[in-house]
Nanobody, 116 residues
Framework: QVQLVESGGGLVQAGGSLKLSCAASERSFELMGWFRQAPGKEREFVARVLWSGATALYADAVKGRFTISRDNAGNTVYLQMNSLKPEDTAVYYC???????????WGQGTQVTVSS
């Protein structure tokens, strides 16, 4: 089973930036991405990238502000978050899928808090 370890969460003021990282214990997956869950809300998709090199996909709420990328070794994925808004406050979860398009593994989550 793939082990995913997230880092980079924290507290930031509105308009600021944070960069999340997710390191996978092995590279046996076709996709990696990020989801988030705000208090009292369901978990929602944020962004994903395929190891095939296909274009990244973003939720409308973050398009133009967030950028997902991966390292050349293929076992770490990043989420650069710019122009953060209070509504971006959530626990952010890294996810990986052995076989596209299913998500098979999840990280424990990292808290992102954006103050107004």
């Amino acid at each position: 089973q793939v082990q995913l370890v997230e880092s980079g969460g924290g507290l930031v003021q509105a308009g600021g930036s944070l960069k999340l990282s997710c390191a996978a214990s092995e590279r046996s997956f076709e996709l990696m991405g990020w989801f988030r869950q705000a208090p009292g809300k369901e978990r929602e998709f944020v962004a994903r990238v395929l190891w095939s090199g296909a274009t990244a996909l973003y939720a409308d709420a973050v398009k133009g502000r967030f950028t997902i990328s991966r390292d050349n070794a293929g076992n770490t994925v990043y989420l650069q978050m710019n122009s953060l808004k209070p509504e971006d406050t959530a626990v952010y979860y890294c996810a990986a899928g052995v076989k596209y398009p299913s998500w098979s593994d999840w990280g424990q989550g990292t808290q992102v808090t954006v103050s107004s």
